[in-house]
């Protein structure tokens, strides 16, 4: 018999194949479809002209060998990028290539933390927050996020014990699972907080070109001393419909980078060459497509907001990202309750907020990666089964 290594007890299944199970079981039972708000799987095809860049490159066969270096077009369109979006200037030895924003997620506490090591972890988080320390072998030191606080992070709260133990910190604005964005000001706090306690910032990026109402995103690297204390992750999935093609930047500290490169070159050998020429074409010609897919997701969260209030569940809009934060009713005893019930009644899938943290108990994420029209025979439904009534 093989037994697994003691760190996998503190594992359990991934939520979202929970809940892919719940689906297959609603289905099979009742014999409807299910309206499924869970997995924030974009909905949005990339922009033409990265697919054919993609298509492209696939039937070239000399594009098929290991590509341990990145292209150094990947490189310049990556720097040309941050210039032009973020006036930011990032030398080749700022930036390394991922595969898909995880992977540094994944790999950055076992770069710099041993045993025992503290990472600064909000609640409400991403899962991959508090999976990676546990693979490390480091100590979570949750930083609760307050809708009072409007979902940032309180430098004030954080003890001086975890201070002492924290090696890093991982900060993510605009924030999943809460959608809440952050002001210049608390950048400004966060680089002086790492400096005085000598803590690594990660900084998640993923939703930086989702913000809604005209407000536009920034990038962590745009505040004085930033690159002096961490290092900032950048997606392609979001942006640019990418999620499954897997492609991501890690860009900031030169230190950081260089140790980075280190143990990815005992990992894996780079990323698949038509991927880095899909990404390309989304940097250089892809851009048109980011007020689209931006606007399509204002429009959907405007609609399901109007709309599953009139139907009963008065829910807040979201500042950023494809999701929303919705509170759940007082009458129910938390959100896995709620969610059960919720898809019994109505086929509707949410992800409990528990799923994300402690913080998450009273909450459910509702994901926009449904079509307008769903969103409305969603809503009908929950009207229909007087679900909050």
Known sequence: MFNPAKRMKQFHQSVFTNLNEQKEKYEKRTGKKTIDLSLGSPNISPDPKIIEA???????????????????????????????????????????????????????????????????????????????PKMAGAKIL???????NNYLVDFTKITKEERQKAKM???????????????????????????????????DNAYSELLFDGKKGKSFLSFEGAKEVGVEINSFSKTYGMAGARLGVL??????????????????YGIFLPIQYAGIAALNEGGSS???????????????????????????PSCATMFIWAQIPDQYEDCVQFAKELLNKTGIIVTPGLSFGEEGKRFVRLALVQDQKIICEAADRIKQSRFFK
């Open 251 to 268: 860009v900031g500290n030169k230190e950081v980078i260089k140790h980075y490169k280190i143990l990815k070159s005992n990992m894996d």
């Open 169 to 203: 910190m991982i900060v993510c604005y605009p924030n999943n699972p809460t959608g809440a964005i952050a002001p210049d000001w608390f950048y400004e706090q966060l680089i002086q907080f790492a400096k005085e306690n000598d803590i690594l910032i990660v900084h």
């Open 54 to 132: 993609l298509a492209k490159a696939i039937h070239k066969p000399e594009n098929y060998k290991y590509a341990i270096k990145p292209l150094p077009k990947m490189i310049e369109s990556i720097q040309n990028w941050y210039h032009d979006r973020y006036e930011i200037d990032l030398k080749k030895d700022e930036i390394a290539l991922l595969q898909g924003s995880q992977e540094a997620l994944v790999n950055l506490p076992l770069i710099y933390c041993d045993e025992g090591d503290g990472i600064l972890v909000p609640d409400p988080y991403y899962p991959v927050y508090v999976d990676a």
């Open 142 to 148: 949750y930083t609760p996020l307050k809708k009072e």
């Open 290 to 316: 980011i007020e689209t897919t931006r606007q399509e997701y204002q429009e959907r969260r405007n609609i399901m907001v109007k709309e599953f209030t009139k139907a009963g569940w008065p829910i807040q």
